[in-house]
Nanobody, 124 residues
Framework: QVQLVESGGGLVQAGGSLRLSCAASGRTLSSYAMGWFRQAPGKEREFVAAISWSKNTYYADSVKGRFTISRDNAKNTVYLQMNSLKPEDTAVYYC??????????????????WGQGTQVTVSS
């Protein structure tokens, strides 16, 4: 079992930045690809970014060049640095973990575990 706890959400003006964190516990994450999803009101949950244990990354086109995913394997923590935020980035952001031993290059995750979510609101 893996427990994921997000933090760092909040209210920011358009053009601003936020950094989300996801602390994982319960198991070593060496066999897990980690990532972020988001869900805006009235919309389906969508993939944002993923990172493998070897720190290769993959992004949705909508955030490419603005968001950066990273992980500190020693701390079992994943981050999402969000720059140049837009009102359409407003959503609940969820941390996710997919059991994928040996995966070096992640794509869209099929998560086995989810965090509880953290709200990000971007005002215009």
């Amino acid at each position: 079992q893996v427990q994921l706890v997000e933090s760092g959400g909040g209210l920011v003006q358009a053009g601003g930045s936020l950094r989300l964190s996801c602390a994982a516990s319960g198991r070593t994450l060496s066999s897990y690809a980690m990532g972020w999803f988001r869900q805006a009101p009235g919309k389906e949950r969508e993939f944002v970014a993923a990172i493998s244990w070897s720190k290769n990354t993959y992004y949705a086109d909508s955030v490419k060049g603005r968001f950066t995913i990273s992980r500190d394997n020693a701390k079992n923590t994943v981050y999402l640095q969000m720059n140049s935020l837009k009102p359409e980035d407003t959503a609940v952001y969820y941390c996710a973990a997919e059991f994928s031993p040996g995966t070096r290059y992640p794509t869209v995750l099929t998560p086995d575990y989810w965090g509880q979510g953290t709200q990000v609101t971007v005002s215009s």
